[in-house]
Each structure stands twice: as structure tokens, then as C-alpha cells.
């Protein structure tokens, strides 16, 4: 074989290598000892070339064919087989080991035990129970949910892809899963796609995989409408909506949840793992704040309006006066939590696995919320489009976009942006107070 000066290897100059009458190879500019062998057939096939001290020659060592391996993916593998060679590993071991590569489903586990255990604490526990709940179900079919099972029936081929190697998931298979997924809801299928992103992230950090993201790619290229999913009421309704919980409030069987609804539009919070896990000693109503251990923001501290101060202040002179339902004795654990729930802290085996013994006082509240959208014919929403209802009204009010960000606990102004986006009656409104005449 001839031999060359090394020359960076770039993905360009790789493709324009041509077949000779007998092979030849290339060196590496970049990683010392890595070769591409272009044979006569025209394969091009990657090499590392290393002197073995100990038997004083050098040997070749095979990493994989061009374009399957790609020039980044080579270089990547050459340079940790040299730092394991320097630490006493035999070359050849470690290619061998490189050689067996990971699958989607074994990723996809290391990834959840890495950053979605039930332990973590970087992560709400209720984010990192969601994300394994709906990977096991999507990724492995671990579900006893009849509407997954009958998607997984019909889509067997674009969701059991957890046997695949990793250098087989491509952008179409994403695109197939995500499509698959989307038949019960686009909003966990996006949710998914955002794992399964994370994931190879992960993947390539850890040297499982050298190609580009799979997942990596806007909304636009799942071939699904960019819409947003908050399901909120007009800011003219509100007034509306509390006066509703006030008035179902006075039957006894509803006070308690009426009051946790009520605060849930008030302040906006999460009505299942902060409002109704609020306990007294996280409310200042000196300084108008509550503090949050766990929530899905992370720990911090949320202000609240005079409404939620005075709303806040009669729960907690209910439970101090001795009233029920607020009122629980102080041996009951109740006791803890600002709106009694059944809360107890154990947990329950399911077969989708250990969860949390569901709060009692949610379900209730859920029917309850159904009964009045019935009766005051408010359009049907989830319980969710308080917290979004409770954004849209800031914004009418002309909340800044900064002030709603720390209002909302979001980590990040681009989701709080979005209220403001699905808000058009508002940009209506200032646009009136507009004048060009001079004072």
C-alpha cells in the first residue's frame, strides 16, 4: 500500500476518495493513527494503527466501514480506545466491546435510572413519576391502559422499536413513534419525543452514540400542527368562575374542595402537587408569599394578591377556630395539609409499578369541577385551565411578562411568552390606549 501525509479527514474530502488499482490509505490529521483504507472496490474503511510496545510491532485495529461509521463517529472511537490502551486495556477488547451496541430500550432505561428515579432531587416527584409512567407504557408497553394497548395493536411496528440499535433510530422512526403516539394525545407524544431527545443527549455524552440527535428537530417536522394545549377561560368569565366556587362553597360536602378550587385560580398554582399538598407553614401572609419545596419549578417562593391573601387567611382561621371540614386533630395528618386530603404518604404496587396512594380530595375535586361547569355552563376544561385561566387574566391586566414568570415558577420566560401569545383579546385592548395627539 502507498502511503500519504495526513490530512484532515472532513466528511467531503472522505466522499471524493477514489478506487485505485490497489488499495491505499489515508492518515489522520487529527487523531494520530487513525487511517481510512480505500480498497479497490471502492469501500472505505476506518483503522487505527498503534505500536504495541510490549511485542515491539505495530497492529491494525478494524473500527468500521464509511459511511455506517461516520468520520466523528471514528474519531471518537479511536481516541477512547487509545485513553483505555494507556491505561493497560488491550485495544482489541475494547473495540470488541464498542462493537455491541446499545439498544433503544437499554438507553432508554439507564437513561430513566439516571435522571427519573424516585430519588431524584433535581426533579418534582411528580415530573419524574409522569416521565416513567409514560415511557414504560410508550417504550416497553408496560400498561394496563386499554386505550395504549389498542394503539400498540395497530402500531406494533412504528412503537416496538426498544430492540433497535441505537445507530438504527432515525429521524423517520421518531417521526413514526411520535405519529403512533399522537392517536391518544399530541401532547405526551410531544412530551416523549422531548425524553427520547434527552436521551441521546445522554447517549452521546456517555460515547453510546456518535450521529446526530434523531429527536432533534422542531414541532414542524413531526408533521403535526403547532398549536398550543392550554385550555383557559376568557378573563371576562372569571369573576364568574369565583363566584361559582363561592356559592357551591357554602354546602358543607363542598367546601373544602371549593376552597382548594378557588385557590388554584387565585394564585395559579398546580392544583394537585401544590395547592392541595400546601400545608400551613409554608403560607406567609405578612410578607403575601408561598414557598415551595417540590413543586415541578423547583424549590422557591411564589407571591400571592391581596384575594388569595384574604381567601388564605379565612382556611387557616376555619382550621384554627376548630370548624370542620377544615379542622383535623393534631395526631390526624391530616392536620398537615391546609385542605384535608387522604394523603397518608405510603405507596400502592400497581402494575404500572409503586405510585402514591392517589389524593381522595383530587378525584372529588374533579367531579365536583364538572358539576359546576355543567351547572353554570362554563365551557369543559380540565382542571389544569385554572392555572392557565389565572395567566391569561394577568396578562389582560397588564402583568408584565417578567413579573407572570416568577407568579407561575417557570424556569424558563420562553412558556410564560406563550400566555401571551394565546391572549389576543389583550393586544386589542392596549392597542385602544394607544394615541398619537400630542397632550
Known amino acids: 500500500?502507498?502511503?500519504?501525509?495526513?490530512?484532515?479527514?472532513?466528511?467531503?474530502?472522505?466522499?471524493?476518495?477514489?478506487?485505485?488499482?490497489?488499495?491505499?490509505?489515508?492518515?489522520?490529521?487529527e487523531v494520530v493513527g487513525l487511517?481510512?483504507?480505500?480498497?479497490?472496490?471502492?469501500?472505505?474503511?476506518?483503522?487505527?494503527?498503534r505500536y504495541n510496545k510490549a511485542k515491539k510491532y505495530s497492529q491494525r485495529y478494524k473500527i468500521g466501514n464509511y459511511p455506517e461509521?461516520?468520520?466523528?463517529?471514528?474519531?471518537?472511537?479511536?481516541k477512547q480506545v487509545k485513553a483505555k490502551a494507556v491505561q493497560g486495556q488491550d485495544p482489541a477488547v475494547t473495540l470488541k466491546d464498542t462493537e455491541k451496541e446499545k439498544t433503544f430500550g437499554e438507553l432508554m432505561s439507564e437513561f430513566v435510572k439516571?435522571?427519573?428515579?424516585?430519588?431524584?432531587?433535581?426533579?418534582?416527584?411528580?415530573?419524574?413519576?409522569?416521565?416513567?409512567v409514560s415511557i414504560d407504557a410508550w417504550v416497553y408497553g408496560k400498561t394496563d391502559d386499554p386505550k395504549i394497548l389498542k394503539i400498540w395493536k395497530h402500531n406494533k411496528e412504528a412503537l416496538n422499536i426498544k430492540r433497535l440499535g441505537l445507530s438504527k433510530i432515525t429521524h423517520e422512526t421518531i417521526v413514526d413513534f411520535h405519529q403512533a403516539v399522537s392517536q391518544k394525545t399530541e401532547y405526551n407524544a410531544n412530551r416523549l419525543v422531548g425524553y427520547i431527545r434527552e436521551a441521546f443527549n445522554y447517549a452521546k455524552v456517555k460515547q453510546y452514540f456518535f450521529k446526530d440527535n434523531p429527536a432533534s428537530f422542531e414541532k414542524k417536522d413531526l408533521n403535526t400542527e403547532i398549536k398550543d394545549h392550554?385550555?383557559?377561560f376568557k378573563p371576562s368569565l372569571v369573576p364568574d368562575i369565583v363566584a361559582a366556587f363561592d356559592k357551591e362553597g357554602k354546602q358543607y360536602r363542598n367546601k373544602v374542595a371549593c376552597a382548594g378550587l378557588k385557590a388554584a385560580l387565585l394564585c395559579g398554582g398546580r392544583y394537585q402537587t401544590e395547592?392541595?399538598?400546601?400545608?400551613?407553614?409554608?403560607?406567609?401572609?405578612?410578607?403575601?408569599?408561598?414557598?415551595?419545596?417540590n413543586s415541578k419549578g423547583g424549590q422557591d417562593v411564589r407571591p400571592i394578591n391581596d384575594d388569595m391573601v384574604?381567601?388564605?387567611?379565612?382556611?387557616?382561621?376555619?382550621?384554627?377556630?376548630?370548624?370542620?371540614?377544615?379542622?383535623y386533630p393534631p395526631e390526624d395528618m391530616r392536620h398537615r395539609y391546609l385542605f384535608p386530603n387522604y394523603k397518608f404518604g405510603s405507596n400502592i404496587r400497581?402494575?404500572?409499578?409503586?405510585?402514591?396512594?392517589?389524593?381522595?380530595?383530587?378525584?372529588?375535586?374533579?367531579?365536583?369541577?364538572?358539576?359546576?361547569?355543567r351547572k353554570y355552563k362554563f365551557e369543559k376544561r380540565d382542571l389544569k385551565s385554572l392555572r392557565h385561566t389565572f395567566a391569561v387574566y394577568m396578562i389582560h391586566l397588564g402583568v408584565s411578562i417578567r413579573a407572570l414568570q416568577k407568579m407561575m415558577l417557570h424556569k424558563s420566560i420562553e412558556t410564560t411568552e406563550i400566555y401571551a401569545a394565546i391572549a389576543p383579546e389583550t393586544v386589542t385592548k392596549e392597542m385602544k390606549k394607544v394615541s398619537f395627539k400630542a397632550a
Open 1 to 29: 500500500m502507498n502511503t500519504r501525509p495526513r490530512v484532515n479527514l472532513y466528511k467531503t474530502y472522505v466522499d471524493n476518495l477514489k478506487p485505485k488499482n490497489k488499495p491505499y490509505f489515508v492518515c489522520d490529521s
Open 35 to 49: 487511517r481510512a483504507v480505500v480498497q479497490v472496490t471502492g469501500i472505505i474503511t476506518w483503522y487505527l494503527q
Open 69 to 78: 461509521c461516520s468520520v466523528a463517529a471514528a474519531r471518537q472511537i479511536a
Open 114 to 132: 439516571k435522571k427519573y428515579n424516585r430519588y431524584s432531587t433535581t426533579k418534582a416527584k411528580s415530573t419524574t413519576y409522569s416521565a416513567r
Open 230 to 232: 392550554y385550555d383557559y
Open 275 to 293: 395547592v392541595f399538598n400546601l400545608t400551613v407553614n409554608q403560607i406567609d401572609l405578612e410578607n403575601k408569599t408561598i414557598s415551595y419545596k
Open 310 to 327: 384574604k381567601h388564605l387567611q379565612w382556611v387557616i382561621d376555619q382550621r384554627t377556630a376548630g370548624k370542620k371540614p377544615f379542622y
Open 350 to 373: 400497581t402494575k404500572r409499578g409503586i405510585k402514591p396512594i392517589k389524593l381522595k380530595h383530587i378525584k372529588c375535586c374533579k367531579n365536583l369541577w364538572k358539576e359546576i361547569c
